[in-house]
């Protein structure tokens, strides 16, 4: 089993920056895939930045990609989101989440969610 627990959502003005953090307990979640998700209302679940454990490559949507970086800390059990540039369309709940097989933007890959993080970005 694998907890995961995030924190570090808001309010911020767009061009304003968060960092979104994950800890994680339980198994050892080194060798695992983790991934951030967002949902916004109406709409559906969306992967933003994943991070290969076996490897540590990153992967980023489109929509994000040179303004968010995911990155961990192992000594902590912390997976970071660091959002630079945000703009209102990044208004989301903020889910991180851990995969044990396939490392993906599939939600259904992923066994384990926290309990999720508002961001709001304010025009």
């Known amino acids: 089993q694998v907890q995961l627990v995030e924190s570090g959502g808001g309010s911020v003005q767009a061009g304003g920056s968060l960092t979104l953090s994950c800890v994680t307990s339980?198994?050892?979640?080194?060798?695992?895939?983790m991934a951030w998700f967002r949902q916004a209302p109406g709409k559906e679940r969306e992967g933003v930045a994943r991070l290969n454990g076996s490897g540590g490559s990153t992967v980023y949507a489109d929509s994000v990609k040179g303004r968010f970086t995911i990155s961990r800390d192992n000594a902590k059990n912390t997976v970071y989101l660091q959002m630079n540039s945000l703009k209102p369309e990044d208004s989301a709940m903020y889910y991180c989440?851990?995969?044990?097989?396939?490392?993906?933007?599939?939600?259904?890959?992923?066994?384990?969610w926290g309990q999720g993080t508002q961001v709001t970005v304010s025009s």
């Open positions: 989440a851990a995969a044990r097989v396939v490392c993906s933007f599939y939600p259904l890959h992923y066994q384990y």
């Open positions: 339980g198994d050892t979640y080194s060798s695992i895939c």
